[in-house]
């Protein structure tokens, strides 16, 4: 049962800001995080169920500032990659143990983060060998499976494509266009599984003013910082993700 009181929206506000800023500004590694800040007052089914809708808004704000400024290709990758594992998260949510999951995509997530600070590219040349196509399909399926049952599917996305050598607008929207494939594939088995309900729908009208704030703020915040900067937050938002993964895993 979603209470709609004055501790929900103590914890959902920020963390609704925050999706908005990640996804709108600062890659959606992090913005899954918002799902588990937001776990912390309410039911996970229904913190996943709450999020969704506006992750969508989001989606659909932050849209048009970067309309065709993605890698098509990458985008590609991911999106037909995404679709099954979106299908395998409908499948196995109720049987699925989000623990393990979360530790793997959070040793995925730090190891990648330590490779890169091996090789001198955090504030440096990002010029290294990019991952072959093969890759970004199973980049793609882990991200659509782990987006379903956590929301959590950025770093497994950013992982790809921050081998591919993109600026940092590029790679911006290409996530902000992958992910906008992804949540709406995940609208319909969500409904089925009974993730949404009147009182989440009364909850997203409320944060909706909320989330396009973080958005509109993300995107001003994404075309002030300098490309450099803005991969090495990058980085440390990845870092930081990964070892919350592996955190909310051990324990």
């Not at 770093?155 to 607008?169: C, E, H, M, V």
């Not at 992958?178 to 949540?183: G, Q």
């Amino acid at each position: 049962m979603l209470t709609l009181d004055w501790m929900f929206f103590l914890t959902a506000g920020p963390a609704v800001i925050f999706a908005g800023l990640s996804k709108g500004g600062f890659g959606s590694g992090a913005s899954f995080a918002s799902a588990g800040i937001l776990a912390l007052a309410i039911e996970p089914g229904l913190a996943l169920g709450v999020m969704l809708p506006l992750l969508m808004l989001i989606d659909a704000a932050t849209l048009r500032p970067y309309w065709r400024k993605w890698n098509a290709k990458s985008a590609a990758l991911l999106i037909c990659g995404a679709l099954p594992g979106v299908a395998l998260g409908a499948a196995l949510y109720k049987a699925a143990d989000p623990d393990v999951l979360r530790l793997l995509i959070g040793t995925i997530s730090v190891a990648f983060v330590v490779w890169q600070l091996t090789k001198h590219k955090v504030l440096g040349n990002r010029s290294g060998k990019e991952f072959p196509a093969w890759v970004g399909g199973i980049a793609g399926a882990v991200a659509g499976f782990t987006s379903f049952v956590s929301h959590a599917g950025g770093p497994p996305a950013a992982i790809y494509l921050l081998s591919k050598n993109t600026t940092k607008t590029e790679y911006q929207a290409t996530t902000v266009l992958v992910f906008w494939f992804i949540n709406i594939a995940k609208a319909i088995p969500y409904a089925y599984l009974g993730m949404f309900t009147m009182q989440t729908a009364a909850a997203n009208l409320m944060l909706a003013p909320l989330a396009l704030f973080g958005a509109w703020l993300g995107v001003r915040a994404h075309h002030a910082v300098p490309e450099r900067i803005f991969f090495a937050l990058t980085y440390v938002l990845l870092s930081i993700t990964g070892i919350k993964l592996i955190w909310d895993g051990l324990a």
